[in-house]
């Protein structure tokens, strides 16, 4: 355990907390039971005193332990589950699960700009593309930044939904868009300095990288999206026979 820790680039205490994070979630300690002793946590993880000290710190200010001097440290009730946005892999049960959240109203970004790389399918427009960038918002929790690129001629027919509604349902109700093709591509990710600052988190920490791109009929990439959720949040199911 001490070689693992010690390969860490995260400070020790972090990790200590972590490990007591997953023990909590994990249901080695139940609410009212009490943590081993600060001697017996620092004698297992091989780490210094103070170290356990600051990781309990960080668990009592969460939430999940109360440490009282000359008493122990008990485990608190369990926050209520959050529910998460599952990234299904049918463009319409996604679009359904995304009619109950509200974007931010301020934009991060509202231009007209190029898309970065190559999309996973199909064709640049000749016409360019406008970006909206922002955060999207759950049971007033931000859950993910996004940056959507929408091809020129769309965007100006349907600025004004694309700029208060969320894109998937005005792309999958409106007769006059016509959509082909879909792919959607999920990685683990690390959070950078500025994301971490829209999501609330630590830089480093872990979150999933989608990228979203819908064509019509002529191939042609009429909506790209770059996201960035918290790890937290979200969650993948698959039909495997489907």
């Known amino acids: 355990m001490t070689d693992t820790l010690r390969q860490s680039r995260s400070p020790l205490y972090l990790q200590i907390a972590e490990i007591l994070r997953q023990d909590l979630d994990r249901g080695v300690w139940l609410e009212g039971d009490f943590l081993p002793t600060v001697s017996e946590l620092s004698a297992k993880y091989s ?6 000290r600051q990781a309990v710190k960080i668990l009592d200010e969460e939430g999940l332990l109360k440490a009282r001097r000359g008493h122990g440290t008990s485990v608190l009730p369990k926050p209520p589950v959050r529910d998460r946005l599952v990234l299904g892999t049918h463009l319409s049960t996604l679009t359904d699960l995304y009619r109950g959240d509200k974007p931010t109203l301020k934009l991060l970004e509202d231009r007209l700009a190029n898309i970065p790389g190559k999309p996973l399918i199909g064709n640049l427009s000749k016409d360019g593309y406008h970006l909206l960038k922002r955060t999207h918002s759950r049971n007033g929790e931000v859950y993910c930044v996004i940056s959507i690129y929408f091809e020129k001629q769309l965007f100006k027919r349907h600025e004004d939904e694309f700029r208060t ?9 409106s007769c006059d868009i016509d959509l082909a093709h879909a792919r959607q591509s999920l990685i683990i990710g690390k959070c950078d300095y500025n994301t971490a600052r829209l999501l609330k988190l630590a830089v480093g920490d872990s979150v999933a990288e989608v990228q979203r ?12 999206a770059d996201v960035i959720y918290r790890s937290d949040f979200v969650s993948l199911e698959m039909d495997l026979l489907a």
Request: net charge negative; hydrophobic share 55%; proline share 4%.
């Open 165 to 173: 509604q969320l894109a998937l349902p005005v792309l999958l109700d």
């Open 47 to 52: 780490v210094a005193k103070i170290t356990v």
């Open 213 to 224: 791109v819908i064509c019509d009929t002529e191939d042609q990439v009429i909506y790209l």
